[in-house]
C-alpha cells in the first residue's frame, strides 16, 4: 500500500471536530472523596495522580476488514496532576498535566514499534475575573502517537501547541465583551505533509438579559498555513465564522444553547466553502445525579488531503447516573457526517499512484463513536474504571491504481475499532 496515501486518510481523522456537546451549564455533581482529595497550600488545591490502564484494541492500524486487521493489548502508566483554586478572588487559575508510557502487546511486529510516550497540558490564569477590566493568558499542549492505515512502523507523532492571550470587559452586571488572539501550530515528528499553523481573533460579547439567560454573539477568524501545499488538495485558507445565540436555564433542571451563523474558508486556491454553521444543545437533569445531554452541530474543517475542505454534521447523546456519590454509569452515543467537495485526482495528484481512481468523486463518509463507562471512587486515594468503546467510518469510498511499477493499489476509507479498557488511579 502507499504510505503517503494511507497517511494522508489518517490526518483526515485527527482533523476531525469534537462531536456536539451540550456543555450549557449542567452536570453531573463531584463525587464525595473529591472534596477532601489534594494538598491545599492556602487557596491552592494540587492533586497529584497515578493511574495504570490496561486496553484491548481491536484494529490498532484501522484498517478495513479486507486489508487485515492487527490486534494489541495496550498498558499504559499515566502519571499526571491538577491544580487550581476554586475559592478565587483576583487570579483564577486552572493547571492539568499527564503523560501517557505506552506498553504494546501483539503478535504483529509493527504493533510493537508503535509510539511510546504521549503527554497533554494545559494552563489557564484569568488575573481580575472579577473587576471590571481582566484578562487572561492559556496554552494547551498535545503530544500524541498515530498508527498509520496500514501494518507499518511508520507512526504519526504529533505536537499540538495553542496559546493565547485575551481582554475582559464588564461594564456591568449584564455584559461582557472578551477580545483574545492566539496562535497555534500543528507538527509532526516525521510526516512534514501534515504540518501546518494558524493565527487566531475571536470576539465574543455576552449580553445577560434575564438572571440566568445570555445572548452572545461570536466571531472567529483565523490565517492558516499549510508547510506542505498540494494543488488540488491542500492549501492556506483564512476561514471566518460569525454566529448568534442564545444560552442559559429554562428551568432549574434544564438548559439550553442555541446558536446560527455563517462560515467561510477563504481558500487561496480552489473551491471555497460557503455554510451556515449552528449549534442546538439541551441539558437535561430529572434528578440530582442523573444527566442527559443532547447535541447538535454544523461546522467545516480542513482535510488535509481528499477535498482540501469537509462539512460536517454532528450528533451526540449522552446519558450518566450516579450512585451514592461513588459510582458513576456514563453512556455515549455520536455520529457525524462528513461532505467533501467534488474532486477528480489527475495522473501524478496521489503520491506513490502513477494513475488513480475513485469511487466518489464526491466523498461522503459517516463516522461512529459509542462508549460505555463506569466509575468508582473507592476510597479517598483510589478510584476504579471500565469501559467499552466503538469508533467507526462507514463509507463507500476507495481509491484504486497503480505504483510505478505497475502494481496495483486499493486503498479503502471505512474500519472499525473496538476496545475494552480498566484502570486503576491512585490519588492523593
Known amino acids: 500500500m ?3 496515501i494511507r497517511g494522508a486518510a489518517v490526518l ?7 462531536m456536539a456537546v451540550a456543555q450549557v451549564g449542567l452536570s453531573l455533581p463531584p463525587v464525595q472523596d473529591d472534596e477532601v482529595r489534594g494538598v491545599r497550600f492556602g487557596q491552592f488545591v494540587w492533586v497529584p495522580f497515578l493511574g495504570i490502564e490496561g486496553r484491548y484494541n481491536s484494529n ?7 486489508e487485515g486487521r492487527s490486534e494489541a493489548g495496550i498498558l499504559t502508566l499515566r502519571p499526571g496532576f491538577s491544580l487550581g483554586n476554586p475559592n478565587y478572588s483576583w487570579l483564577h487559575l486552572t493547571w492539568d498535566a499527564s503523560v501517557d508510557v505506552n506498553f504494546w502487546f ?25 473587576s471590571v477590566v481582566g484578562f487572561y493568558i492559556a496554552d494547551r499542549f498535545q503530544r500524541t502517537s498515530t498508527p498509520p492505515n496500514e501494518s507499518s512502523t511508520q507512526r504519526y507523532d504529533r505536537n499540538f501547541n495553542h496559546v493565547g492571550a485575551g481582554i475582559q470587559v464588564r461594564p456591568g452586571s449584564a455584559l461582557d465583551f472578551s477580545l483574545g488572539y492566539a496562535y497555534a501550530f500543528d507538527l509532526f515528528d ?4 501534515g504540518d501546518r499553523s494558524f493565527h487566531e481573533v475571536r470576539l ?6 434575564f438572571p440566568k439567560t445570555l445572548f452572545l454573539g461570536d466571531v472567529d477568524w483565523r490565517y492558516q498555513q499549510w508547510s506542505t501545499a ?12 460569525a454566529a448568534l445565540g442564545v444560552r442559559g436555564f429554562v428551568t432549574r433542571q434544564l438548559a439550553l444553547e442555541v446558536r446560527a ?10 473551491s471555497d466553502v460557503q455554510t451556515f454553521i449552528g449549534k442546538a444543545a439541551l441539558a437535561w437533569m430529572p434528578t440530582p445525579f442523573t444527566l442527559v445531554d443532547f447535541g447538535y452541530q454544523r461546522d467545516f474543517e480542513d482535510a488535509s488531503f481528499y477535498g482540501r475542505w469537509f462539512t460536517t454534521d454532528s450528533l451526540r447523546l449522552k446519558v450518566a447516573q450516579q450512585f451514592l456519590r461513588r459510582v458513576t454509569l456514563a453512556g455515549e452515543f455520536g455520529w457525524s457526517y462528513l461532505s467533501f467537495p467534488r474532486v477528480v485526482p489527475g495522473t501524478g495528484d496521489v503520491p506513490g499512484y502513477s494513475s488513480v481512481t475513485v469511487s466518489q468523486e464526491q466523498r461522503r463518509d459517516h463516522a461512529l463513536k459509542a462508549r460505555l463507562e463506569v466509575g468508582y471512587s473507592a476510597l479517598r486515594y483510589l478510584s476504579l474504571k471500565v469501559g467499552y468503546q466503538m469508533d467507526g467510518i462507514l463509507t463507500g469510498f476507495r481509491m484504486t491504481g497503480t505504483t510505478p511499477g505497475g502494481a496495483p493499489l486499493v486503498d479503502y476509507g471505512g474500519w472499525w475499532v473496538h476496545q475494552v479498557f480498566g484502570e486503576v488511579q491512585v490519588l492523593y
Open 2 to 4: 502507499a504510505k503517503a
Open 190 to 193: 516525521r510526516f512534514s505533509e
Open 261 to 270: 451563523g455563517y462560515g467561510q474558508g477563504f481558500y487561496r486556491e480552489g
Open 230 to 241: 498540494q494543488t488540488g488538495f491542500r492549501s492556506g485558507s483564512m476561514p471566518l465564522r
Open 204 to 209: 465574543l460579547a455576552l449580553w445577560k438579559f
Open 106 to 130: 501483539s503478535d504483529d511486529p509493527n504493533v510493537r514499534k508503535q509510539g511510546r510516550v504521549a503527554a497533554e497540558t494545559g494552563l489557564r490564569a484569568e488575573f481580575f475575573p472579577k
Open 12 to 18: 483526515a481523522l485527527l482533523l476531525l471536530p469534537a
Open 60 to 66: 490498532v492500524f484501522r484498517q478495513d476488514s479486507r
